[in-house]
């Protein structure tokens, strides 16, 4: 089993910057990858960023490429999204997940909201 759990979502005007954080907990000795995932409302769940425990390579959406960077802390098996010149399009429900392969997301965290304003 593994535990996520997010923080750092709120509100922000267009063009902010907003830090989600994820600290994992549990069976965090087989992870391979974290990701970040947004669903807003109306919307299915989409891919936001995802790093390789590893050796932190990583992978983004052409829809947040320039603007959102995602990183970790292998000591505190907690990843980060640090995200800037948000967009009203970038509100939704932030979710961080955790796998032990490649492939599929095992564990997901609770969410957290970012709402950008005009």
């Known amino acids: 089993q593994v535990q996520l759990v997010e923080s750092g979502g709120g509100l922000v005007q267009v063009g902010g910057s907003l830090r989600l954080s994820c600290a994992a907990s549990?069976?965090?000795?087989?992870?391979?990858?974290m990701g970040w995932f947004r669903q807003a409302p109306g919307k299915e769940r989409e891919f936001v960023a995802s790093?390789?425990?590893?050796?932190?390579?990583?992978v983004y959406a052409d829809s947040v490429k320039g603007r959102f960077t995602i990183s970790r802390d292998n000591a505190k098996n907690t990843v980060v999204l640090q995200m800037s010149s948000l967009k009203p399009e970038d509100t939704a429900v932030y979710y961080c997940?955790?796998?032990?392969?490649?492939?599929?997301?095992?564990?997901w965290g609770q969410g957290t909201q970012v709402t950008v304003s005009e």
């Open positions: 549990g069976r965090t000795f087989s992870t391979y990858a």
């Open positions: 997940a955790w796998t032990m392969r490649s492939g599929r997301y095992d564990y």
């Open positions: 790093i390789r425990w590893s050796v932190g390579s990583t």
